[in-house]
Antibody, heavy 120, light 108 residues
């Protein structure tokens, strides 16, 4: 059974750093892209970027390029999303999701979401 | 970026109703269109990919159609568990995937 299990709730102050995780199981982690999607409070979905764990090839949405870093450790089947300096506007739920195909780029399995709250 | 516009932004319907949600792309995206369902407090769930291909395990009352710029998601007969928010997503520009703003389906 494919599962993506994300790290839990984070409460941080502006300017702090953060790295959240997404551990995959039930499939060959190295062979599928993993994407990250942001959902701000009461808002819709925004694609941030994705990574191919097999070779760590990473693509970012222009909106998030330079704002976050996506990485992966295939030895432990885990993808990461990190910030070096959080802002209040980073408050959101962050989802990781497996991208099934390189044709339609559909996200077929999703993590449960990681709630990040940034407040002074 | 390709802009995805969904309509309506919300609708009220009754169990058993036929529901249609529209998604329009700002430029042609062929059939590179996926649909998701999201319930409150839960992660999105893939319903349809490639505009019309039903994801494994999704009930057949869900269907998708369209090509080019105009797409629809249809729920043939609304069930109580279908009350949720629905999002379309284009994958024509793979380095700039974008979602529609969502359509909330509420109980009348």
């Amino acid at each position: 059974e494919v599962q993506l299990v994300q790290s839990g709730v984070e409460v941080k102050k502006p300017g702090e750093s953060l790295k959240i995780s997404c551990q995959a199981s039930g499939y060959s982690f190295s062979n599928y892209w993993i994407g990250w999607v942001r959902q701000m409070p009461g808002k819709g979905l925004e694609w941030m970027g994705f990574i191919y764990p097999g070779d760590s090839d990473t693509k970012y949405s222009p909106s998030f390029q330079g704002q976050v870093t996506i990485s992966a450790d295939k030895s432990i089947s885990t993808a990461y999303l990190q910030w070096s300096r959080l802002q209040a506007s980073d408050t959101a739920i962050y989802y990781c999701a497996r991208q099934y195909s390189s044709t339609f780029y559909q996200f077929d399995f999703w993590g449960q979401g990681s709630l990040v709250t940034v407040s002074s | 970026d390709i802009q995805m516009t969904q309509s309506p932004s919300s609708l009220s319907a009754s169990v058993g109703d036929r529901v249609t949600i529209t998604c329009r792309a700002s430029q042609t995206i062929n059939n590179y269109l996926n649909w998701y369902q999201q319930k409150p407090g839960k992660a999105p769930k893939l319903l349809i990919y490639g505009a019309s291909i039903l994801q494994s395990g999704v009930p057949s009352r869900f269907s998708g159609s369209g090509s080019g710029t105009d797409f629809t998601l249809t729920i043939a007969s609304l069930e109580p568990e279908d009350f949720a928010t629905y999002y379309c997503q284009q994958s024509y520009i793979t380095l700039s995937l974008t979602f529609g703003g969502g359509t909330r389906v509420e109980i009348k």
